[in-house]
């Protein structure tokens, strides 16, 4: 009997080893959403699926369907993003990107917006300046197609304007409290007013908009930038209810290249 068989865009979310020679891989796929599929033989260094079946690569798979799992049997690859492989910052980052998109969506459940935002903002990743800021960027976007996207505007609870620098941002209610609700949360973060704003303009800019990210990094202090990164980690881990894993490879290679005090 013939396997049934089918081709879509995909891009690789996680991996693990299969015996000697296989891999089991996590795909975000255009059409299908995310699934799990075998590539036989792609750790042998002459197997033609051995590029293709990289983190963070782009391609047109073909896959026969399994019983279990599907099965790779061929790869076109659309694009390998050498820039990210090449940069420990940017696998950082990108190893972010991936682990988000793996665990806010469930198996089989297509997100055709989601894959594109993935694939694009992959490629703004590359080219970037601001690694930080594309990173936040795709942040807000997932959050806001998955159906997360917190209130930085209006009162979680009431809707009201919040005017106070700094906001309380409770992860556990989605957003930033007024002070008539600001006690309805008990473990709530400081946001100032700046930290808030480029959480808003990064919804509404394309993370490929390398030149508006630019004019954001010129105008948002490193503490601002903490800021969001701070409230968006918090809310996005209450929502997983674990810890996400890459946010401490992105602090430690960040370490790693910071500037050295000379004293001593």
């Not at 799990?36 to 073909?62: D, M, W, Y």
């Not at 894959?115 to 807000?140: G, I, K």
């Not at 394309?206 to 948002?220: G, N, Q, T």
Request: aromatic share 4%; hydrophobic share 40%.
């Amino acid at each position: 009997m013939t396997l049934r068989v089918y081709t879509t865009p995909v891009v690789v979310l996680h991996r693990i080893n299969l015996g000697e020679h296989d891999k089991i891989l996590t795909l975000c796929t255009l059409e299908r959403g995310k699934l799990n599929a075998v590539a036989k033989g792609a750790r042998k260094p002459i197997s033609k699926l051995a590029g293709a079946t990289e983190l963070f690569t782009h391609s047109r798979v073909q896959l026969a369907v399994g019983r279990s799992l599907d099965v790779i049997t061929q790869a076109e690859i659309a694009d390998s993003f050498q820039g990210i492989r090449n940069d420990l910052t940017r696998i950082a980052h990108a190893s972010l990107m991936t682990e988000l998109v793996d665990r806010f969506t469930e198996e089989r459940d297509p997100h055709p917006q989601l894959f594109w935002l993935l694939v694009n903002t992959l490629r703004a990743l590359e080219q970037s300046a601001h690694p930080d800021l594309v990173t936040h960027c795709f942040e807000m976007h997932l959050l806001s197609e998955v159906g997360y996207r917190p209130h930085l505007v209006d009162c979680a609870i009431c809707g009201t304007e919040i005017r106070a620098d700094p906001a309380p941002f409770s992860p556990a209610l989605g957003g930033v409290l007024c002070p008539a609700h600001r006690r309805r949360s008990a473990d709530t973060l400081p946001a100032g007013q700046g930290t808030l704003s480029l959480g808003r303009t990064l919804l509404h800019i394309p993370p490929s908009r390398e030149d508006a990210l630019a004019a954001l990094a010129d105008h948002a202090s490193p503490e601002i930038r903490r800021g969001l990164e701070r409230i968006l980690r918090a809310h996005m881990q209450y929502r997983l209810e674990r810890p996400l894993k890459s946010p401490d490879f992105i602090r430690e290679v960040t370490a790693l290249y910071a500037p050295r005090s000379n004293g001593g």
